[in-house]
């Protein structure tokens, strides 16, 4: 079975306290697993890093329980939206010393101040320009990250104390032997980075090739696990042809005559669980691959409403959601485990999906007793016509042993 799964990379490098502690982690780009071999642009270098971190590993595995990471952004991530998905307790926005603060930069570094976010600015080197075009939102920013090796020593001490006199703490960075950590140490620095201390650590996982694909699955998570209805909205602007597929297909249900204006909006009329049940059906529609998408897609559906007639009236949707998951395996080409293994669903959608038990197992195997016998019949109806290599690929992928001397 074809895997749509490949692996990416990102690195993590310790920053520590005073105490020695880890107190965070800066995530970095990397594009294989010795480092980087193309640096892209900054915002595409980010919302890989984003991307991995969010949808394709744990963050509790990545970071620890209540880890948090530090993000290098620039004037153009900050004014594309992308900041917005993130969880101000558990990020850092790393303003990269090239940003160019424009006036719509530094109103959306207000916003995320004002929103809670802490906020860093990476690589100063304390000289008069570096001083003079920063001090416009010295205001916001929580820690300052002081590039050692760049800085003159007298400037370091002398914005250093300033610095701190405006309640912004100080982070040594770049730090490279024992003496340097001693030194900056007791100069009054606070926070510590360098390769002497943690050198970047690099870590592979597996995605989806598509990223619309890890969006809806995470969509769907979110839902699932009450995200709020901003969370959900900001999922979705990801990707402009959800959007506008979602929009018109609102526009064209008859049940609604009010004119749709926002995401939001469309989140409130549909519902969650119709939401869920449209984001599945694009899932199949849209986003596979598979040249039997449609195939796939259909028999899914039938699925799931058969299940759902048969289940109590209280566990329809569930019902309905358990036979449409049981076919993302088949249709993504790969294990249901490593789909579902992030998704956390209902238990009684996980149990008949993943482990093939629990209180929908009875109606889905009617239904997929039905499905089996019309397919059993066509088959016979037109065995003659049947190419024998996808005969032979189907039992050698469903285990079933072939007497070669019989063919």
């Known amino acids: 079975m074809i895997s749509l799964l490949n692996t990416v990379y990102l690195a993590k490098q310790k920053i520590f306290n005073r105490n020695g502690k880890v107190f965070a982690y800066e995530l970095l780009f990397r594009d294989h697993a010795h480092g980087i071999k193309e640096f892209p642009t900054n915002i595409r270098a980010t919302s890989q890093v984003l991307l991995n971190t969010l949808t394709n590993i744990n963050i509790d595995e990545l970071l620890g329980k209540d ?25 850092v926005l790393e303003i990269l010393e090239t940003t160019d603060l424009s006036e719509p930069v530094i109103a959306k570094i207000k916003q995320y101040h004002k929103r809670g976010f802490k906020i860093a600015i990476d690589d100063f080197d304390c000289s008069a320009k570096m001083i003079k ?19 003159d020593d007298e400037n370091l001490k002398n914005v250093m104390s300033k610095i701190k006199q405006m309640g912004i703490r100080v982070l040594a960075e770049k730090i490279e032997t024992e003496e340097e950590y ?36 995470h969509l769907i998570k979110l839902i699932k696990n009450e995200g709020s209805t901003h969370e959900i909205e900001s999922y979705i602007k990801q990707r402009a042809d959800l959007s506008y597929k979602l929009i018109k297909f609102i526009n064209n249900h008859g049940k609604f005559d ?22 599945l059906l694009y899932l199949y529609a849209e986003v596979s691959k598979n040249p039997i998408s449609e195939s796939i897609m259909n028999i899914a559906i039938r699925r799931a409403e058969r299940m759902e007639e048969e289940a109590h009236h209280s566990e329809k949707d569930k019902a309905y959601l358990a036979g449409m998951f049981s076919m993302l395996g088949a249709l993504f080409e790969t294990d249901i485990k490593s789909v579902m293994k992030d998704i956390k669903m209902d238990k009684d959608i996980t149990d008949l999906v993943v482990s093939n ?51």
């Open 258 to 279: 009010t004119k749709v204006e926002s995401i939001t909006q469309i989140i409130t009329l549909l519902g969650r669980d119709k939401l869920l049940r449209w984001l």
């Open 67 to 91: 880890g948090i990471a530090f993000i290098n952004l620039d004037e153009h991530i900050f004014t594309s939206g992308i900041i917005d998905i993130l969880d101000k307790d558990r990020f």
């Open 182 to 217: 001693k030194y900056y140490k007791e100069m009054g620095f606070d926070l510590f980075q360098g390769y002497h201390l943690h050198k970047p650590e690099v870590v592979e996982m597996d995605r989806y090739k598509d990223a619309t694909q890890i969006i809806i699955l």
């Open 357 to 407: 038990k629990g209180k929908f197992l009875s109606s889905f195997k009617k239904a997929e007793y039905s499905e089996r016998e019309y397919l059993k019949r066509l088959l016979c109806n037109n065995f003659e016509k049947i190419d024998i290599t996808l005969i032979l690929y189907t039992l050698e992928l469903s285990h079933i042993p072939i007497d070669h001397d019989k063919l």
């Open 133 to 151: 075009k920063f001090t416009p939102i010295l205001k916001y920013i929580h820690i300052l990250k002081m590039d050692i090796l760049a800085a």
